[in-house]
T-cell receptor
Framework: AQTVTQSQPEMSVQEAETVTLSCTYD???????LFWYKQPPSRQMILVIR??????QNATENRFSVNFQKAAKSFSLKISDSQLGDTAMYFC??????????FGKGTRLHILP | DTAVSQTPKYLVTQMGNDKSIKCEQN?????MYWYKQDSKKFLKIMFS???????INETVPNRFSPKSPDKAHLNLHINSLELGDSAVYFC?????????????FGPGTRLTVL
């Protein structure tokens, strides 16, 4: 079965610090997509970043970047210069060959002033 | 303009009732989805429609029935509501049924069954 594991249920960091959220997944597929979604208190689900498994280069979006280790099946999210508005639940997700997205259980991130 | 909208945002109802949640997207997307987020924040796909055709139907009780009157709408009807149905339900859409396409989520509908 394909699974997505986020081992950190909750994290807190000071504003302006860098934080890394971990995610591991399990699949026998070789071509797939990985995502990080952010869910702020407003409850909206917002795509943060996306990675295609066949691309070795790590995706980046402004202050957000990933460390994609395909062999280790690891897909961590790094947030640089964290801001108060980054406070949210962060979900790691995997899209399988059937186009189903499988989500991890989320990491609640608190950015402290 | 809201890209993916859901109505209502909050729904409180008694056990045994039948209720519907509506979803509309104005993005011109072909594919729409319903997800359920339980009290532990775990998100799980329920259904997916592509051009009004059902393409993903996860293990969901028969009491849940999606209806897609046209490409821009995917409604979720729930019969005989149970306490365990309390959750946040998210609608999403993507341009096509393709892995490269990003899914855009609606704001969610919080369903509370008493």
């Amino acid at each position: 079965a394909q699974t997505v594991t986020q081992s950190q249920p909750e994290m807190s960091v000071q504003e302006a610090e860098t934080v890394t959220l971990s995610c591991t997944y399990d699949t026998s597929e070789s071509n797939y997509y990985l995502f990080w979604y952010k869910q702020p208190p407003s409850r909206q689900m917002i795509l943060v970043i996306r990675q295609e498994a066949y691309k070795q280069q790590n995706a980046t979006e402004n202050r957000f970047s990933v460390n994609f280790q395909k062999a280790a099946k690891s897909f961590s999210l790094k947030i640089s210069d964290s801001q108060l508005g980054d406070t949210a639940m962060y979900f790691c997700a995997f899209m399988n060959r059937d186009d189903k997205i499988i989500f991890g259980k989320g990491t609640r991130l608190h950015i402290l002033p | 303009d809201t890209a993916v909208s859901q109505t209502p945002k909050y729904l409180v109802t008694q056990m045994g009732n039948d209720k519907s949640i509506k979803c509309e997207q104005n993005l011109g997307h072909d594919t729409m989805y319903w997800y359920k987020q339980d009290s532990k924040k775990f998100l799980k796909i329920m259904f997916s429609y592509n051009n009004k055709e059902l393409i993903i139907n996860e293990t969901v009780p028969n009491r849940f029935s999606p209806k897609s009157p046209d490409k821009a709408h995917l409604n979720l009807h729930i019969n005989s509501l149970e306490l365990g149905d309390s959750a946040v339900y998210f609608c999403a859409s993507s341009p096509r049924r393709h892995r490269t396409d990003t899914q855009y989520f609606g704001p969610g509908t919080r369903l509370t069954v008493l």
